[in-house]
């Protein structure tokens, strides 16, 4: 990337766009199987979308030829993808297409991506439009209202309970591969349901979601349970964290990734306290209402699922109770990923993993808190196994010479303390 002045910065970050031309075609990066919902939601406002395909190496090359080394890995993959489309898709219009890029305040490099992407489009001589939606406002624009965000959001959680379902099942499936099939025939039925029939289109597809997962035939659940938690895009994404899930399930080991949710609800619960704060009734009260509906849809949804999962996976702490968990290792003041990271860590240690892993990208500024405080929480919590991964996406072969030996301690910690449950189906 060429170097960026602070006012290149300044003039940049005012030219992004945050409303949406209807008649644009939008193209979302592909972070995480959660895309499949919020294209769902952008399909049924009547918007042509598409998402990107999962990056692979050659995003990982176009990001780094067009960042100076310094940046987030987030940034050079979502990067990458940009320039991939850019460069290699054959029927790509620049004037008529428009590229997702979501931002949100707080103490780190994410609020400037979307700018520093326009930048980069600028030098190239691209006018792409880049559409940036702001966390703090749920990312809804002047022309995408509620009815998108309440969409967006259920479906959202609906692949986090998705999700769920196949970390729960698929470790011990008897016929390889029919765990993902299910999955991934699922995300296409919510994608479409929400799509042509919006929320209740998403109801009509879950319905048949649990049973499907409920025809899988599975073996005893015996394996040590590992939380993982961290840096929100490299936990959900697996080219950035190198498949961690399925490495952990190849080593023995059954595994489960923090929400997408969870960061949602901070947003909120932050609206609420700054306008407690600076005595502003109107913004506390947004926030309530945001909350009260988001639950109230979190609710909907999650009843979809509640005969196929357990207590773990369904009762998600609250963010307040995240909070009081990291408090006594991250400042009450502190805004950001460690306070629910630690948390949730915390939780997981609580209702009874095995061990806990943190991954955060290279160079991370709220990864470097998360990790500070580990060997704490760690020690606080019955020296649960803890491994604390840094990822900067160099295919090194590291990764899985230290995961044996965690796995293998996660296995020594189970049997310490035995999990009663021994289901067969
Ligand atoms: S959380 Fe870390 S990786 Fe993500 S944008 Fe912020 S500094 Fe970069």
């Known amino acids: 990337m060429t170097n960026l002045s602070e ?4 003039n940049v970050h005012s030219d992004v766009d945050r409303s949406l031309e209807k008649d644009k075609k939008i193209y979302v990066p592909y972070m995480s199987d959660h ?6 939601a952008f399909r049924n406002q009547g918007l042509n979308t598409t998402m990107l395909s999962k990056p692979g190496s050659d995003c990982l090359d176009y990001g780094r030829r067009y960042s100076e080394g310094g940046e987030c890995l987030p940034f050079i993959v979502t990067t990458g993808q940009l320039i991939k489309l850019i460069k290699e898709e054959p029927n790509f219009e620049p004037e008529s297409s428009a590229f997702f890029m979501p931002t949100s305040s707080g103490p780190c490099r994410f609020g400037q991506y979307h700018t520093a992407q326009k930048l980069i489009l600028e030098h190239m001589g691209k006018s792409v439009e880049i559409i940036s939606l702001e966390a703090y406002n749920s990312y809804t624009s002047e022309n995408l209202g509620l009815d998108f965000r309440n969409l ?6 609906a692949v986090d309970y998705l999700q769920k379902l196949l970390w729960r099942n698929r470790p011990y499936e008897k016929e390889s591969g029919k765990t993902d099939a299910i999955y991934e025939e699922s995300l296409e039925d919510i994608k479409d349901g929400m799509s042509e029939d919006g929320t209740r289109g998403l109801i009509t597809a879950l319905k048949g979601v649990g049973k499907k997962f409920d025809s899988i035939e599975t073996g005893p659940r015996n394996r040590p349970l590992v939380g993982i938690v961290g ?6 994404n697996d080219l950035c964290n190198s498949n961690l899930v399925r490495l952990i399930e190849d080593l023995g080991g059954e595994a489960r990734v923090g929400p997408m949710a969870e ?3 901070y947003t909120n619960r932050k609206k609420k306290q ?5 005595r502003k009734l109107l913004k506390y009260l947004k926030g309530w209402a945001k909350d009260l509906v988001q639950h109230y849809g979190e609710n909907r949804v999650r009843s979809k699922f509640a005969d196929y999962l357990d207590e773990l996976d369904l009762e998600e702490p609250s963010v307040g109770e995240l909070a009081d968990n990291s408090h ?3 400042p009450e003041d502190y805004r950001g990923e460690p306070v629910l990271e630690i948390g949730k860590a915390i939780d997981y240690a609580r209702q009874g993993a095995d061990g806990i892993i943190t991954v955060t990208p290279f160079s991370c500024m709220p990864g470097a808190m998360i990790i500070s405080v580990s060997d704490l929480v760690k020690k606080d919590h019955d020296n649960i196994p803890w491994l604390n991964l840094t990822f900067d996406a160099q295919r090194s072969t590291n990764i899985k010479t230290r995961l044996e030996p965690f796995i293998f301690q996660a296995k020594k910690y189970r049997e310490k303390s035995p999990e ?3 289901e067969e189906n």
């Open 7 to 10: 006012q290149d910065l300044i």
């Open 35 to 40: 895309g499949h919902a919020l294209v769902g």
């Open 152 to 157: 967006a959001w259920q479906g959202i959680v």
């Open 231 to 236: 840096e929100i895009y490299v936990r959900a």
């Open 263 to 265: 960061w949602f609800y």
């Open 274 to 278: 700054d306008g407690f704060r600076d």
């Open 328 to 330: 006594p290792y991250i």
């Open 420 to 422: 009663p449950e021994k």
